[in-house]
């Protein structure tokens, strides 16, 4: 789903470059160096990924590194690419979904089963940190009100009451192996077609408001949206792995891999809970609205990691 979200990103990064093409050329149209101390953070075109990006390099400069920032690049499709010629050192990625585009076939479930399996799928010209316990995944979520009534706690709770279930995702949702096919599969959580109800911000705003309001009895939503805890909301638990795990991680340049760099992110990565992004999208995405660079400077300096590690 997360891929959906990046691919539109994409898109609408290609057409704002189109647009400037009489102006600043393309940042990653060139690579950079691979060789040198110097780092460069990217990120994907999402306010998560922007203010990870900003821990990382807020980080990393107090490690004694001279950073620069290239951020909302947009897809894999365009970041990978980047990273792989030197236009970018490092960037925050999710294992699950990584693992995925590098290797089709994965058939991974369990955190450390993808850890093993991305480790083996990188190849020679990538490398990663150390994964956060913190993840940003898909998830079937009800409101308080519906877990209580019908006493839910996993999942698999949900599918006594199939017949009764209104749910709310991305139409793509219904046709994925980690939608519906596979909520029918791990956990007999059978949705009619007619009990499908697309909706098409990726567990935004409006998908929110549908499930608040009752308009759907359950919803698509990502483990870290502020929204969960805002409303009360309920993350039901997926014991099978329907959904695979995606550990925030930082995914660098194997030349650029040094153990001074990996100490940094390693730190960052040891803070990075789920409910440390959370808090961390609270501030950027929240009613407060603070800048990705300015949540990751305070967050920074909460936990520590403003001075160098060790």
Not at 80 to 109: F, H, M, W
Not at 127 to 153: C, F, H, K, M, Y
Not at 163 to 190: C, H, I, S, T
Not at 203 to 212: D, E, F, K, Q
Request: include cysteine.
């Amino acid at each position: 789903m997360r891929g959906a979200r990046i691919l539109a990103a994409a898109t609408a990064l290609a057409v704002a470059m189109a647009l400037s093409a009489c102006g600043d050329s393309d940042p990653l149209a060139t690579g950079g160096s691979c060789s040198g101390d110097g780092l460069t953070v990217g990120s994907a075109n999402f306010p998560e990924s922007e203010t990870i990006a900003e821990v990382y390099a807020e980080v990393l400069r107090a490690n004694g590194f001279s950073v620069d920032t290239k951020l909302g690049i947009g897809s894999r499709e365009a970041y990978l690419p980047a990273l792989r010629k030197c236009a970018i050192s490092v960037i925050p990625e999710y294992t699950g979904n990584l693992l995925q585009y590098l290797d089709k076939n994965a058939t991974a479930t369990s955190a450390a089963d993808v850890n093993s399996a991305l480790g083996k799928a990188l190849g020679s010209d990538l490398a990663i940190g150390t994964p956060a316990p913190g993840e940003d995944s898909d998830a079937v979520v009800v409101t308080r009100a519906t877990a209580q009534r019908w006493n839910l706690s996993t999942i698999a709770d949900l599918a006594a009451h199939s017949a009764e279930v209104k749910f709310g995702a991305p139409a793509e949702f219904q046709e994925r192996a980690g939608g519906l096919p596979g909520l029918k599969k791990n956990y007999n959580l059978d949705v009619a077609a007619g009990n499908f109800v697309p909706i098409t911000d990726g567990g935004g705003p409006a998908t929110v408001r549908a499930l608040v309001e009752g308009q759907v009895t359950a919803a698509d939503i990502f483990t870290t949206s502020p929204a969960i805890p805002q409303n009360d909301l309920v993350v039901l638990h997926d014991p099978k792995h329907n959904f695979p795990p995606q550990n925030v991680v930082p995914l660098l340049n194997a030349s650029k891999k040094s153990d001074k760099a990996l100490a940094a992110l390693n730190a960052v990565s040891a803070q990075l809970t789920t409910a440390e992004l959370i808090k961390l999208n609270e501030a950027v995405s929240g009613t407060g609205k603070t800048e990705p660079k300015a949540a990751a400077a305070a967050w920074v300096a909460a936990k520590g990691l403003n001075k160098p590690v060790g």
